[in-house]
């Protein structure tokens, strides 16, 4: 039986301290399962570039780009933690981009049933870009109460989006107000949101001039450290670097989730090649990664051996190879 959101996160997670050697202690859970309800950011790549290219490349602000919203998708996974009491939780990360498409993703894994029932108990913004946050009515208009965690580097289109703004430029609207508790995340900080599962941002400049991006760390009894993301912009060495030298337990990294940004678009260059190659140093023993990690940067890790989990290429994810849309792992 999973609890009823009692949005007990009223200051957004406890502030873990490090130790002599500079780690904190994030305590232990028994298992974290993910449930990737979309994977897929958006359907068609070439239209995706067209609108890019006309909006004038990378560097301008996502607010601006007169993104086609019949190619829109978007990026959300259902996260159940068990504690090592037997209490499960479940919370959502991420809310995707296109609303039809998210209302239709949230009916596929019972997600729309369970924010009604305020079985999830909050939604965690991994960041502010378009595939991951323009969605955020799709979450809220089963639970506008429910607690919102945001790193604190949100724009203020942001926070009017969340608010019930309305976009026009870039075809962004919630019609929904969030009425429930805000939290941000200040960069840097070692939040602890539950006995094993804790919360970090890292400050960085991404492209559309979205600034920082927060990640989690679990700590599975047994098994080892779990690293999961939304498009991990801090990039994966720094992110499994900053679990093996900032939470204890860390030269033991057991599992990895989510979009890790190698290659995201067109096919995998030299960068990212050296990027697959040094991601096996860290000895993940499971590897379960999409969105913008990319074809080839997956087909790589698993000519090399790694211990990627595949999927059922269901609901629009494009291979097997992957953990795509409707698929879930155990960790
Ligand atoms: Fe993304
Ligand atoms: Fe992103």
């Known amino acids: 039986m999973y609890t009823n959101a009692t949005h007990r996160q009223e200051d957004g997670g406890k502030i873990m301290q490090p130790d ?8 232990c859970c028994k298992s974290v399962a993910i449930t990737c309800i ?33 190619n ?66 799709s979450t809220l208009k089963y639970d506008p109460d429910i607690t919102v965690m945001v790193p604190n580097t949100l724009h203020d289109e942001g926070y009017r989006l969340l608010a019930g703004g309305e976009f026009p430029a870039c075809h962004a609207r919630n019609p929904v107000p969030h009425r429930g508790k805000l939290i941000r995340h200040d960069p840097d900080v070692i939040y602890q949101l539950y006995p094993g599962c ?12 979205v600034q920082g991006e927060q990640s989690l760390f679990f700590n599975v009894e047994d098994k080892g450290i779990v690293c999961v993301t939304g498009c991990c912009h801090q990039n994966i060495t720094a992110f499994a670097d900053f679990a093996r030298d900032r939470i204890q337990g860390g030269e033991n990294l057991y599992g990895l989730y989510g979009g890790l940004h190698i290659a995201p678009v067109g096919a995998l260059d030299a960068a990212g090649e050296k990027t697959v190659m040094n991601l096996g140093k860290y000895g993940f023993k499971k590897i379960a990664c999409n969105h913008c990690t990319g074809v080839g940067a997956v087909k790589k890790m698993v000519g090399l051996g790694y211990p990627v989990a595949g999927g059922s290429a269901r609901n629009g994810s494009l291979s097997d190879l992957y953990l795509g849309n409707g698929d879930r792992i155990v960790f």
């Open 20 to 27: 002599r050697e500079g780690k904190a202690d994030i305590g």
């Open 38 to 70: 979309s994977e897929t950011g958006w359907l068609d790549e070439n239209v995706w570039l067209k609108n890019v290219e006309r909006a004038g490349g990378r560097e301008v602000s996502q607010w601006s780009v007169d993104w086609d919203e019949t």
């Open 72 to 137: 829109s998708a978007g990026y959300s996974s259902l996260i159940e933690i068990e504690g090592t009491d037997g209490a499960r939780r479940r919370f959502l990360l991420d809310s995707g981009w296109n609303n039809d498409y998210m209302d239709a993703a949230f009916e596929r894994e019972g997600v729309d049933e369970m924010l009604k029932k305020r079985e999830i108990e909050f939604l965690y913004v991994t960041h502010e870009h378009f595939d991951h946050y323009f969605g955020v009515a």
């Open 198 to 209: 804790a919360s970090v941002t890292f400050s960085i400049d991404i492209p559309f001039r």
